[in-house]
């Protein structure tokens, strides 16, 4: 099971950290990500990590802005969100993947190759 939060409503230029508590399973050695979802657009890969390893991944828009980050001990990932912009607005998802060749630079942005997906926490940036 995965549960998000930590989303909101924030100005531009503000700051969020979202975060997934993960349930059910083995936190260790499983690719695990975010992805979000607009209206009427298709989803979209943010980040991910592989938590056996530490390896991160993002997507263009977000370099430099957002972090993802894992806390073993509490089997929890984080999205630190920093310089929002409108355009950042959308549902962020959750997701994982108990194979770690998803978390590679060709495999992790596509929604397809994950299993499991939380219900999403919404962020709105004006």
């Known amino acids: 099971q995965l549960v998000e939060s930590g989303g909101g409503s924030v100005q531009a230029g503000g700051s969020l950290r979202l975060s997934c508590a993960a349930s059910?399973?083995?936190?260790?050695?499983?690719?695990m990500g975010w992805f979000r979802q607009a209206p009427g657009k298709e989803r979209e890969g943010v980040a991910a990590?592989?938590?056996?390893?530490?390896?991160?991944y993002n997507a263009d828009s977000v370099k430099g802005r957002f972090t993802v980050s894992q806390d073993n001990a509490k089997n929890t990932l984080y999205l630190l969100m920093n310089s929002l912009n409108p355009e950042d607005s959308a549902m962020y998802y959750c997701t994982a993947v108990f194979w770690s060749n998803v978390c590679s630079s060709d495999s992790w942005s596509r929604a397809r190759n994950y299993v499991y997906w939380g219900q999403g926490t919404q962020v709105t940036v004006s």
């Open positions: 059910g399973y083995t936190y260790s050695r499983v690719c």
């Open positions: 990590i592989y938590t056996g390893g530490g390896s991160t």
